[in-house]
């Protein structure tokens, strides 16, 4: 079955704009989590959401935001953007549901704010 | 919350050399661990996961890793390493409803 699947998988934005960030997760994963890697902080958890609800979220600030559809499909959203928020940003998605739960990635959005 | 270290950010082995990349997590309670694998220009790939059950646990491409409770420990080994290992090797920890929480990475190099 498909994988993870996200769009843009690059992107060049200005600073002060603001920016959204597509995922479709695997077919029957309800839960979806957004991750940031760069070279310096490595991988950071943004949020996770399940059944539409966000479950779930790490330390960024508020201008980074999440939403989930009710066919799971996520988008996150940042606002007014910064140079510092330059990163692949990462879609996860699982079950969500159970204990032994394996997480998939995507293979990312690349973001480049100028 | 967990923190995960991974005592060496940059190996260089040669070819059929053997591997163990060292991985602690901070603190115990029940957590689920994960090996991720990335590839030059490659999304991030599973390579084992343990949740319960047999600390000994085999991955794909010939790869497995033990869990030691007492150590909160999950290093991962390879008897023989190829060229085609050379990737950034991340360790993962999730603990309950958490996200997962990575380690730094360690970039592999094998020389042919």
């Known amino acids: 079955k498909a994988g993870v699947t996200q769009t843009p998988r690059y992107l060049i934005k200005t600073r002060g704009q603001q920016v959204t960030l597509s995922c479709s997760p695997i077919s029957g994963h309800r839960s979806v989590s957004w991750y940031q890697q760069t070279p310096g902080q490595g991988l950071q958890f943004l949020f996770e959401y399940f059944s539409e609800t966000q479950r779930n979220k790490g330390n960024f600030p508020g201008r980074f935001s999440g939403r989930q559809f009710s066919n799971s499909r996520s988008e996150m959203n940042v606002s007014t953007l910064e140079l510092g928020d330059s990163a692949l940003y990462l879609c996860a998605s699982s079950y969500g549901d159970r204990d032994a739960d394996t997480i998939y990635f995507g293979e990312g959005s690349w973001l480049t704010v100028v | 919350a967990q923190s995960v270290s991974q005592h060496n950010h940059h190996v260089i082995l040669s070819e059929a050399a053997s591997l163990e990349l060292g991985c602690n997590y901070s603190y115990g309670g029940t957590v689920n661990l994960f090996w991720y694998v990335q590839y030059p220009g490659q999304h991030l790939q599973l390579l084992l996961k343990?949740?319960?059950?047999?600390?000994l646990v085999k991955g794909i491409k010939g790869f497995e890793a033990e869990f030691i409770k007492s150590k909160f420990s999950f290093n991962l080994r390879k008897p023989s390493v190829q060229w085609s290992d050379t990737a950034e090797y991340f360790c993962?920890?999730?603990?309950?409803?958490?996200?997962?929480?990575f380690g730094k990475g360690t970039h592999l190099i094998i020389q042919p």
């Open positions: 343990y949740f319960s059950g047999d600390p």
């Open positions: 993962a920890v999730k603990q309950g409803a958490d996200g997962l929480t």
